[in-house]
Each structure stands twice: as C-alpha cells, then as structure tokens.
C-alpha cells in the first residue's frame, strides 16, 4: 500500500484534510447502505454533532463560502509574506560570587584608566609638539612653525 504524501501536505486548503475525511465517512456511509438496504433508513440520518471532550463548548462554527476569483494573468499569486516575529524569554543570568564581581569590576577600571591615560599622553604631545614649534630656530623653521 503506497502513501500519498501530497494529501497530507497540501498548503493551499487549509480544511482540505477535513474535507477529505467528510468525503470517506460520505462513501463508508453509501457502501454500508448499499451492503444492507434491509436497515431502517432512520439509522443513516445525520445525528447532532456532540463536542468531544476538552474541547471548548462554545465554539463558532465554520462557515466555507465559494469565492469567485477573477481570471490570473501569470504574475506573481501572491506577496512575500512578512517575517515571523518569535519572542524568545530572556536569559536569567546565574548568581555570581562576590570574588567574581571584584575580578570583573577590576578588569573593567584597568580599560577605563587605560583610555584615559591613552588620551592624556595625546593631549601632552600635541601641546609638546606646539610648544617645540614656537621657540624653533630662525633658520630652520619646523613646517607650520612661525619664524622670528
């Protein structure tokens, strides 16, 4: 016995399976009426539905209305969909320990002491730099310098 897969997967029906599962019972219902037409007729009528258990009671019913599509001219059918939106929960950080906190606030105090010192020795020099340039020598004048 072959399986088809394409039953099961068909994206374009979103009651397709429930359409095909109404189609059996329709067809199991015509042969057990053609193997014993000597029942009363009143077995085959169509009982109420009753709700299956933990389902909701109070469910609307669903309405399949035929639309008339108008004719497709060969162009794209439909629009990218837009992306799905996924809300992952946060990560709960774990407890750290006292030491740890200390090790992690030292590393973090030694990078900002290092920046500042890093700026600092540029702002020497520069003023360094300046500083040589204004007391050159008449004769030979750093580039950019004034000469007496």
């Known amino acids: 016995m072959e399986i088809d897969l394409t039953k099961n997967l068909d994206q374009t029906d979103p009651v397709g399976q429930q ?5 059996q019972a329709m067809r ?12 009363p007729p009143e077995l085959f009528k169509p009982r ?3 709700p ?15 639309v008339e599509l108008p004719e497709w001219d ?23 320990p006292w030491q740890w906190r200390w090790i992690v606030a030292g590393i973090r105090l030694t990078r900002i002491v290092r920046k500042s010192a890093k700026q600092q020795m540029k702002q020497f020099n520069k003023l360094q730099r300046q500083m040589i340039r204004r007391v050159l020598p008449r004769h030979k004048a750093m580039r950019g310098a004034r000469a007496r």
């Open 52 to 66: 299956e258990i933990g389902t909701a009671r109070y469910e609307p019913a669903v309405h399949i209305v035929a």
């Open 19 to 23: 359409k095909r599962r109404l189609r």
């Open 28 to 39: 199991w219902q015509q042969q057990i009426q053609q193997a014993l037409p000597e029942r």
């Open 74 to 96: 060969g162009g794209k059918a439909m629009s990218a969909p837009a992306p799905t939106v996924i809300f992952r929960p946060r990560r709960i950080a774990r407890h750290i």
């Open 48 to 50: 109420p539905m009753q």
